[in-house]
T-cell receptor, first 113, second 114 residues
Framework: DQQVKQNSPSLSVQEGRISILNCDYT??????FLWYKKYPAEGPTFLIS?????DKNEDGRFTVFLNKSAKHLSLHIVPSQPGDSAVYFC????????????FGGGTRLMVKP | KAGVTQTPRYLIKTRGQQVTLSCSPI?????VSWYQQTPGQGLQFLFE???????NKGNFPGRFSGRQFSNSRSEMNVSTLELGDSALYLC?????????????FGQGTRLTVV
């Protein structure tokens, strides 16, 4: 039973345009959400996070939106750059669960010059 | 500040052997978690250690075990290796265990079982 799902395995975007990566979750106990970027054979790199008490968090070119009623979050990258090409994972954790993260399956983003 | 350090980076073992992987967290971080990444199953949580105690455990067989030392360094051990244990093993450290915070990952250990 996948509690965190990223339904798009891949996404291709033109340089300079917006990239929107989506993530859905089923466990209503999740209250903290994170996005990671990963290159092959390397560990995930933290990008941005959001607490369930917020619906938006912004950091430079990256913005995460959370819709609790729909159990949906999205990562917006504006403007997209070729260096953003990587696999993006969303992850979730629940209160009192320590630092146990449940990951989605990932979305491969390709930004074309 | 040094990041999370995992050793070794690459490892080749034979079926039936055992293996020990090491992780040094970011200085001051007390929580260490381990994850397994495979093409078929994605990133899956193995276990978390905080203050030398296992606090959370994922759905893996007992062949997978770990420990944490007083300096927060952690090791994970896999006994009686199977071909399906071939994966990228990732360690993540976090400052503490009582608030939601981001986890910082090491580069991983690529384990190949032949």
């Amino acid at each position: 039973d996948q509690q965190v799902k990223q339904n798009s395995p891949s996404l291709s975007v033109q340089e300079g345009r917006i990239s929107i990566l989506n993530c859905d979750y089923t466990n209503s106990m999740f209250d903290y959400f994170l996005w990671y970027k990963k290159y092959p054979a390397e560990g995930p790199t933290f990008l941005i996070s959001i607490s369930s008490i917020k619906d938006k968090n912004e950091d430079g070119r990256f913005t995460v939106f959370l819709n609790k009623s729909a159990k949906h979050l999205s990562l917006h990258i504006v403007p997209s750059q070729p260096g953003d090409s990587a696999v993006y994972f969303c992850a979730a954790s629940g209160n009192n669960a320590g630092n146990m993260l449940t990951f989605g399956g990932g979305t491969r983003l390709m930004v074309k010059p | 500040k040094a990041g999370v350090t995992q050793t070794p980076r690459y490892l080749i073992k034979t079926r039936g052997q055992q293996v020990t992987l090491s992780c040094s967290p970011i200085s001051g971080h007390r929580s260490v978690s381990w994850y397994q990444q495979t093409p078929g199953q994605g990133l899956q949580f193995l276990f978390e250690y905080f203050s030398e105690t296992q606090r959370n455990k994922g759905n893996f067989p007992g062949r997978f075990s770990g420990r944490q030392f007083s300096n927060s360094r952690s090791e994970m051990n896999v006994s009686t290796l199977e071909l399906g244990d071939s994966a990228l093993y990732l360690c993540a450290s976090s400052p503490d265990g009582w608030t939601n915070t981001e986890a910082f990952f090491g580069q991983g250990t690529r384990l190949t079982v032949v």
